[in-house]
Structure formats: C-alpha cells, structure tokens
C-alpha cells in the first residue's frame, strides 16, 4: 500500500525515519508521499523524498500558513513544485475551523496553488474544514485543466461525496474513518467506489482505531484504516490494497514501482 498523505518532516517522526520506513514496510506500506505545509518544511520534505526510495514529496502553503503566501513565497512554492520527485502541489484549500489566517487570504493562497498545478501539470491536494461550499466553488471557478483533485482526510457527508465524484475528484481517507462517532464519514467511504477511492494516515495525527490512543500515528498503522474501508466496501483487505494502490499510482504518477517497494 502506499501512504498518500503523511507528515514524516513533522516531529516526532522526523526524528526516527528509518525505524518509521522500517515498520511500515513490514507492515505492507510501501510507498510514502510526505506532504509540505510550508515553504521550509516543503524543502524538508524534498530532501527527505530524495533519500527513500519509493517517497515522494508535495508541496504547499497550509491555509493555517496564508498569511505568509504573498507574491514571493508563491514564486518559490512554483520552484519547489518542480523539484525531484515532487509529484503534487499541496495540501492547500480552506480551513474555516481554526482560521489560523484570514478567509481573504486563504482562498487567495488556494486559487494560487490551482494555477501552480495547472501550469505544471500536476494534482493538487486538497485540504478542507468547515468550508465545503467555498472549497467547490473556488475549485469550480479556477480549477480548470488540473491533473486530479483529491480531497485528504475527507470526513464530510455521503452527498458532499457525491458532489466531488460528480466533477472526476478523488477521496482519502484517514483513521478518522475508524472513531466510533464517524457514521457519517463511513457513510460517505461506502459511497465512493472502489476506484476513486485513497488511504492516508495524515501522520502523524488521526491514530485509527483499536490503537487511538498510540501516539504518534505512523504509516505502519495505515492497516487498520484500509481493513475498515475493506470491510465497509465488502472486499478483502488485499483488494482494497490493489485498488487504492493502483489509484495512488495513476493519480501521481508515479512509476511502477512505487507499487511494490
């Protein structure tokens, strides 16, 4: 399997990569896209793609980050997307949650990183919160001519599923579709078929369940998340594995053998 959204720049994974990849191999997760959330941490995670094989890096500016996205950092996030093994730009979108930078800026940022992908033909990674219908809207307005869209750690409704396979966009999902109080997110897992369909663990946050409570999250435990969308999709675990895999490889392009490590 391959994790297509972790965090391994972030402490404390950072500080133990080799026995991260070492686990994770050993538990069936082979390939790994660690995601930048900034412009020194995008520049982490380029050098560490570098040196794994089978790791690739995005790259983007976090909506909690907007602030900083001014005409500067953007031309440089446009350098950094065309780096070594950088296969997406992002994650970037709307965080209405926190609100960590101003609304105005967020969505500014956001159409920005759509222009960066577009030009370079690449996918963009999505992420949203508390902000579904200004995500689409500005994805229908400037989204035009992108590679793929893939929303992480989608936790949204089954019909807010719908609206995005309806326009060719991929979902991932983390180990929040394990918690007990998360109906709403299976629910949502059930109705996105099999090939549209992506693992994450969002490490190292968002533990699955039975091991919530191992922190940090680590590719390693990205099993437990994929035999739970198995069981809700009614096929075997190394199905759901093949699929997702499979759909990881076409969505990043990545070579074949980002397959089988």
């Not at 579709?177 to 490490?203: I, S």
């Amino acid at each position: 399997m391959i994790d297509t959204h972790c965090h391994l720049t972030f402490e404390p994974l950072a500080g133990d990569v080799p026995g991260v990849m070492a686990r994770s191999r050993a538990a069936g997760v082979t390939g790994w896209i660690t995601v930048g959330t900034s412009l020194e941490d995008n520049g982490r995670a380029i050098e560490l793609a570098a040196r794994y094989e089978n790791m690739y890096a995005a790259v983007g500016i976090h909506p909690h980050e907007a602030k900083d996205g001014d005409a500067v950092a953007l031309a440089e996030l446009k350098r950094q997307s065309q780096q070594d093994k950088v296969v997406a730009v992002g994650e970037t979108g709307l965080d209405f949650h926190y609100n960590f930078s101003k609304q105005p800026d967020q969505a500014r940022v956001f159409a920005a990183h759509l222009d960066i992908a577009r030009s370079l033909g690449l996918p963009a990674i999505v992420h949203s919160r508390n902000a579904f219908d200004e995500t689409v809207e500005i994805l229908d307005r400037d989204g035009g001519g992108l590679k793929g869209v893939v929303f992480h750690c989608f936790s949204g409704s089954a019909d807010q599923a719908r609206q995005l396979l309806e326009r060719g966009y991929y979902l991932s999902f983390t180990g929040v579709v394990t918690f007990k109080n998360a109906d709403a997110t299976r629910a949502a897992a059930q109705a996105v078929p099999l090939d549209r369909l992506m693992v994450e663990t969002d490490a190292p946050y968002m533990s699955p369940e039975p091991v919530r409570k191992h922190k940090p999250n680590e590719p390693a435990l990205m099993v437990h998340t994929a035999r739970l969308l198995a069981d809700l999709k009614g096929v075997s675990l190394e199905d759901l594995a093949q699929a997702t895999t499979r759909n990881a490889v076409k969505f990043f392009h990545l070579p074949e053998s980002g397959q089988t490590g």
